[in-house]
């Protein structure tokens, strides 16, 4: 572990910068909520291919951000719940959820930093971290990561999305103020970077296995072995030469189903038509 010094500087560092941030998220919330279905397509292939009923599919959205996310997923009767450092943040992704969970959406998001937060018995079928595990420090990330697994149901997933650099470095980065933060500062970050295979590596450090989708539907394990043009990356449509990195992980030993329309089908849902290479959006 880095010292707790680094460790507190690093989450008061990450708290203010958001808490800034989300006059700029607000201002983009509208194209936030068109793109947000197309983000999270990887995803929701392995929802259709799970099966099972949308209210039985508990989801942690953690660092929620406006509640972008977590307001599309609960719309769309998913039993939805999230944290969130800022509490700017968190005021907006209850304001989100009220519109589905009334007074019950204040219980349903919580503030607070997620290495430190105890989720006592709950346990979730879905754990969405995007744009997440690079706002920690190293080895804070992989911990971030066996925490994810940890509050995993048995068959459950985790989405955990990055941009994808070329090559991988940690520090206090500047992030400007295009989105149209108040008094358009610039707001100094922390941000770890990692190339595909350095992601990849990482969640298999946290005990996650990482996985992706060929174009036939079919479940691709991810590992040091994976060719680059097999990796998981995807051009941003708003940022000429930027891409992300998304990846859906199980826990260890477990897989992801496969749709009755390939041989060794395990469940009886198919994915849908969409292919997830026609997506991404700007994330923050």
């Given at each position: 572990?880095?010292?707790?010094?680094?460790?507190?500087?690093?989450?008061?560092?990450?708290?203010?910068?958001?808490?800034?941030?989300?006059?700029?998220?607000?201002?983009?919330?509208?194209?936030?909520?068109?793109?947000?279905?197309?983000?999270?397509?990887?995803?929701?292939?392995?929802?259709?291919?799970?099966?099972?009923?949308?209210?039985?599919?508990?989801?942690?959205?953690?660092?929620?951000?406006?509640?972008?996310?977590?307001?599309?997923?609960?719309?769309?009767?998913?039993?939805?719940?999230?944290?969130?450092?800022?509490?700017?943040?968190?005021?907006?992704?209850?304001s989100r959820l009220r519109a589905v969970y009334g007074p019950e959406a204040r219980r349903r998001v919580a503030r607070g930093s997620f290495m430190e937060h105890d989720f006592g018995s709950q346990r979730f079928d879905l754990v969405l971290g995007v744009a997440f595990v690079h706002c920690l420090p190293k080895p804070v990330d992989v911990s971030a990561i066996r925490k994810m697994a940890e509050l995993l149901t048995p068959d459950g997933v985790a989405y955990l999305t990055t941009t994808a650099e070329p090559d991988g470095r940690a520090a206090l980065a500047l992030k400007d103020a295009m989105r149209g933060e108040r008094r358009s500062t610039l707001t100094r970050?922390?941000?770890?970077?990692?190339?595909?295979?350095?992601?990849?590596?990482?969640?298999?450090e946290g005990g996650l296995t990482p996985w992706s989708w060929s174009d036939a539907g079919d479940p691709i394990e991810l590992d040091h072995t994976t060719p680059t043009d097999a990796m998981p990356v995807f051009p941003d449509t708003h940022v000429?030469?930027?891409?992300?990195?998304?990846?859906?992980?199980?826990?260890?030993?477990?897989?992801?189903?496969?749709?009755?329309?390939?041989?060794?089908?395990?469940?009886?849902?198919?994915?849908?038509?969409?292919?997830?290479?026609?997506?991404?959006?700007?994330?923050?």
């Open positions: 572990m880095p010292s707790e010094f680094l460790y507190r500087d690093v989450i008061a560092r990450q708290r203010a910068a958001y808490n800034t941030f989300v006059s700029g998220y607000e201002l983009e919330a509208a194209r936030r909520d068109e793109w947000v279905g197309r983000w999270l397509e990887p995803v929701m292939r392995w929802v259709e291919l799970a099966g099972r009923p949308k209210p039985e599919m508990r989801v942690l959205d953690v660092g929620s951000g406006i509640g972008s996310f977590a307001g599309h997923l609960a719309r769309k009767g998913f039993d939805v719940w999230a944290i969130d450092i800022a509490d700017e943040m968190v005021e907006r992704t209850r970050r922390y941000r770890t970077r990692y190339t595909p295979l350095q992601f990849i590596e990482r969640i298999r000429p030469g930027k891409h992300w990195v998304d990846v859906v992980a199980t826990r260890s030993g477990a897989r992801l189903p496969v749709s009755v329309c390939q041989p060794g089908a395990v469940r009886s849902a198919c994915p849908g038509a969409k292919q997830t290479s026609s997506r991404l959006a700007t994330v923050g």
